[in-house]
């Protein structure tokens, strides 16, 4: 029995990836977590559907804001206080000129994207002897890879989350715990709508989800540290 956690459940390759989760890992535990209960709820009952063992926790949850003793008793009770496997797939992207970027455009972006991300793992760390945790970062926080106008604060905070992957490879090397990241290309989802409104991308949501849910479980035995490149193309 595997247990794990994924943000940014409500949809796209976040929802993807507990779907697959649930259907490649029979008797699996999710917690599954995002801001909206309504898809959370359809998610899960699309897992119970499955019939195959598996279940998710369905918890309505800010990562800066909720309490965070909710999750706690969730692992505790649950998970029965062990993780395998932890997902930072949440995050928020504000397309806006460089100028035109508020201050609190960048407090909101960076909040989402490396604080909050930073809180649960935190969070989350102490329920983990061995395990995979993974952070989904973007091609645009690749130094020298291709960058685009009004993704400023967005690309610069995936580039920050690589350099925390790096960071806790290296302060935890010695235990069984593994951090790695994958940047994503252009995958076709809300988000990638909104950055670049009419552009169709060669990669599904399901297809990316079936990729980073066997990479959760898998890639830890051959990576730490590391940040993969899972780009067909780019916008």
Not at 67 to 88: A, P, W
């Amino acid at each position: 029995m595997k247990h794990f956690i994924v943000t940014g459940a409500s949809r796209g390759v976040g929802r993807e990836v507990v779907l697959s989760l649930a259907r490649y890992v029979p008797d699996s535990k999710i917690i599954a977590l995002a801001r909206s209960s309504d898809a959370l709820n359809a998610l899960r009952a699309d897992v119970e559907e499955m019939a195959n063992g598996s279940e998710v926790c369905s918890l309505p949850f800010d990562l800066l804001e909720s309490d965070t003793e909710l999750l706690k008793e969730c692992i505790e009770k649950f998970l029965h206080g062990r993780v395998d496997g932890l997902l930072n797939n949440a995050g928020r992207l504000i397309h806006k000129s460089f100028t035109e970027l508020s201050d609190e455009d960048w407090m909101e972006v960076y909040k989402v994207n490396v604080i909050g991300v930073s809180k649960l793992t935190r969070l989350v760390l102490p329920y983990m002897k061995e395990g995979h945790v993974v952070m989904v970062s973007s091609m645009g926080g690749i130094m020298g890879s291709v960058k685009f106008a009004g993704l400023s604060a967005y690309s610069s905070s995936k580039a920050a989350v690589i350099g925390m992957v790096e960071c806790l490879a290296e302060e935890y090397k010695e235990g069984l715990v593994r951090f790695n990241a994958l940047a994503f290309g252009s995958v076709q989802t809300e988000m990638l709508e909104e950055a670049f409104p009419g552009f169709k991308a060669a990669v599904t949501a399901e297809e990316m989800g079936v990729y980073t849910a066997d990479f959760l479980l898998n890639g830890g035995r051959y990576y730490n540290g590391k940040t993969l490149q899972v780009s067909s193309s780019t916008p």
